[in-house]
């Protein structure tokens, strides 16, 4: 399979603190991204690291990516409340026309006031 | 700027019923459409993606179908639903020329009783 998956499957942590999930796949890509997910809500889209990128920030996120261990990462730092939802890596591979993404399972991620 | 809808937003429905659930992009033409489900707690199975009117692509054999009748609409229905078919339903589009990122309608909540 090409899903991604992620780990750990849920985190808690105090506002403040910073939070790191990491996403690991099976498969050659051509871009990694990170969406998010208030429960019950549509997804939003964070932050997009292709396959030649190593690193990219955005605000307090920052993802790193290594194509040699399948892996990628997300940190959130100095995290705050509203960061509280679930957090899925997608993967992008093989024919880039049909736009298709693999979702991994998603972290979900607990920041307590 | 584009907005994606997604109508019914909650669905209580008995096994053996049929479905209709409709997606529909404004602000954008020539867009791909993509319809998922997510189980609860899960991560998102890619259903049914189309990169144009009359074009669809299915992703997992199942008792649901999809039809994009105009550029900006798509729709995903069922005969007969069943048990397994209870879900999270989210539709999403991204610009056919442009990069993977995709951008997710609000979801259906479906429960099949």
């Known amino acids: 399979s090409q899903q991604g998956e992620e780990d750990p499957q849920a985190l808690s942590i105090q506002e403040g603190e910073n939070a790191t999930m990491n996403c690991s796949y099976k498969?050659?890509?051509?871009?990694l991204q990170w969406y998010r997910q208030n429960s019950g809500r549509g997804l939003v889209h964070l932050i997009l690291?292709?396959?030649?990128?190593r690193e990219k920030h955005s605000g307090r996120l920052r993802v790193t990516l290594d194509t040699s261990k399948k892996s990628s990462s997300l940190l959130i730092t100095a995290s705050r409340a509203a960061d509280t939802a679930s957090y899925f890596c997608?993967?992008?591979?093989?024919?880039?026309?049909?736009?298709?993404?693999?979702f991994g399972q998603g972290t979900t991620l607990q920041v307590k006031p | 700027s584009q907005t994606i809808h997604q109508w019914p937003a909650t669905l209580v429905q008995p096994v053996g019923s049929p479905l209709s659930l409709e997606c529909t992009v404004e602000g954008t033409s020539n867009p791909n459409l993509y319809w998922y489900r997510q189980a609860a707690g899960r991560g998102l199975q890619l259903l049914f993606y189309?990169?144009?009117?009359?074009?669809i692509s299915s992703e997992v054999p199942q008792n649901l179908s999809a039809s994009r009748p105009q550029d900006r609409q798509f729709i995903l229905s069922s005969k007969k639903l069943l048990l397994s078919d209870s879900g999270f339903y989210l539709c999403a589009w991204k610009k056919w020329e442009q990069s993977d990122t995709q951008y997710f309608g609000p979801g259906t909540r479906l429960t099949v009783l």
């Open positions: 690291i292709r396959s030649n990128e």
């Open positions: 189309s990169v144009g009117i009359g074009q």
């Open positions: 498969t050659s890509i051509n871009n």
């Open positions: 997608a993967i992008s591979a093989g024919s880039s026309n049909t736009g298709k993404l693999i």
